[in-house]
C-alpha cells in the first residue's frame, strides 16, 4: 500500500461547478497537510498549508482534514478555466520539506 | 522578486554521460532541496542544504548523485554516469526557514536519459 494515495484523474468539471479532491494516507502519525497547484511545465505552487484536523478557508478554496479517517480533500468553489492544473497533496510528520510524502497528483481540467 | 530559478529547462543525454542541472533559489534564503519525479510516481526528496551544509541527503538515490551548494547560494546535481531510470523531472526548492509553508518551487529540469 502507498503511503499516500490519489485518484489521478483526469477530472473535468464545467466552469463554476464545485470541485472536490482527496487524498488517503496510511501514517496516522501526520501532522502537516498542504495542496499544491502545478501548471504544466511549471513547479508546484503552495495553495493549501494546515497543521492537524480541520478545515481552513482562502477564498474559492477549502482544505479539510480527518484524520480519523486519514483523509484530506481540497475544494474549489465556481471553478474557473484558469484552475485547470495538477493537485498534488502532501504530508508530514514534522513540516521539515526533507520529511514531505506526496501523492501523485490529480489533472483537473475545468471546461469554459 | 525573482523567483527560484532552474537550468537547463531540459536535458537529453545519453545513457553514461553527465549531466549537471542548476538551481538559483530566492536570494536569501538558507533552505535549499532538491526533489525529482520518475515517470508515473510522485515527487520523492533527494537532499536539503542549510546554507553550504548539507543537511540530509537520505534521499539521494546513489553515489552517481553529487550535489553541491559552493559559498551557500546556487547549487549543482551533477549525474554522473546517467542511467535510463534517472529520468524525471529535477525540482528545487528554496526557503527562508525551516517549514512547508515557507518553501517555493523552481519550475523543474526535465531530464531524459537515453
Known amino acids: 500500500q502507498k503511503e499516500v494515495e490519489q485518484d489521478p484523474g483526469p477530472l473535468s468539471v464545467p466552469e463554476g461547478a464545485i470541485v472536490s479532491l482527496n487524498c488517503t494516507y496510511s501514517?496516522?502519525?501526520?501532522?502537516?497537510f498542504m495542496w499544491y497547484r502545478q501548471y504544466s511545465r511549471k513547479g508546484p505552487e503552495l495553495l493549501m498549508y494546515t497543521y492537524s484536523s480541520g478545515n481552513k478557508e482562502d477564498g474559492r478554496f477549502t482544505a479539510q482534514v480527518d484524520k480519523s479517517s486519514k483523509y484530506i480533500s481540497l475544494f474549489i468553489r465556481d471553478s474557473q478555466p484558469s484552475d485547470s492544473a495538477t493537485y498534488l497533496c502532501a504530508m508530514s510528520l514534522d513540516n521539515y520539506g526533507q520529511n514531505f510524502v506526496f501523492g501523485p497528483g490529480t489533472r483537473l481540467s475545468v471546461l469554459p | 522578486e525573482a523567483g527560484v530559478t532552474q537550468f537547463p529547462s531540459h536535458s537529453v543525454i545519453e545513457k553514461g554521460q553527465t549531466v549537471t542541472l542548476r538551481c538559483d533559489p530566492i536570494s536569501g534564503h538558507d533552505n535549499l532541496y532538491w526533489y525529482r519525479r520518475v515517470m508515473g510516481k510522485e515527487i520523492k526528496f533527494l537532499l536539503h542544504?542549510?546554507?553550504?551544509?548539507?543537511?540530509?541527503e537520505s534521499g539521494m538515490p546513489n553515489n552517481r548523485f553529487l550535489a553541491e551548494r559552493t559559498g551557500g547560494t546556487y547549487s549543482t546535481l551533477k549525474v554522473q554516469p546517467a542511467e535510463l531510470e534517472d529520468s524525471g523531472v529535477y525540482f528545487c526548492a528554496s526557503s527562508p526557514f525551516l517549514g512547508g509553508e515557507t518553501q517555493y518551487f523552481g519550475p523543474g529540469t526535465r531530464l531524459l536519459v537515453l
Open positions: 501514517n496516522s502519525a501526520f501532522q502537516y
Open positions: 542544504f542549510v546554507k553550504e551544509s548539507k543537511q540530509d
